[in-house]
């Protein structure tokens, strides 16, 4: 199987905030949906907080953000994924196709895979890959 190479990436954050290699800034929706869109990280986390407001919810709210990337031609979410003995994959196995791009949801986090790299502030791999969302 093969694993996911890893990219450290702050999807934008060092742009605006001093203090980018705070690992517990809680921004892992808006890094997560700058990487998969291509926006600028300050562009994605205004219109979170749009579409949070206009639903009275938080913007890192899974409803919140799933609106965010239907808007911008992902799929609605997606079911986990698991392999023989019904074992979900881990986010570094996660079978991708590497013309497409995922938003993957673990245990209280959201990363991205896009073009077969995995993109965050650091390195969720082993961890389980829940629902997603694909482009």
């Known amino acids: 199987m093969k694993t996911i190479e890893y990219l450290k990436s702050y999807g934008g954050r060092e742009k605006y905030f001093q203090r980018v290699k705070d690992l517990r800034a809680g921004d892992c929706v808006v890094r997560a949906c700058a990487h998969a869109t291509g926006l ?39 079911s986990p994924l698991k392999r023989n003995g019904n074992k979900r994959y881990k986010v570094k196995e996660f079978p991708v196709d590497e013309s497409k791009v995922y938003v993957i949801h673990t245990s209280r986090h959201l990363t991205c895979i896009d073009q077969g790299l995995h993109k965050d502030s650091w390195n969720c791999g082993p961890w389980a890959a829940q629902s997603y969302y694909v482009k």
Do not use: T
Request: charge should be negative; proline fraction near 3%; charged fraction near 30%.
């Open 40 to 78: 600028e990280y300050f562009q994605v986390m205004q219109r979170l907080f749009e579409i949070g407001l206009e639903m009275k919810m938080m913007p890192n709210d899974e409803r919140v953000y799933e609106v965010f990337l239907v808007e911008n031609g992902f799929s609605r979410r997606q």
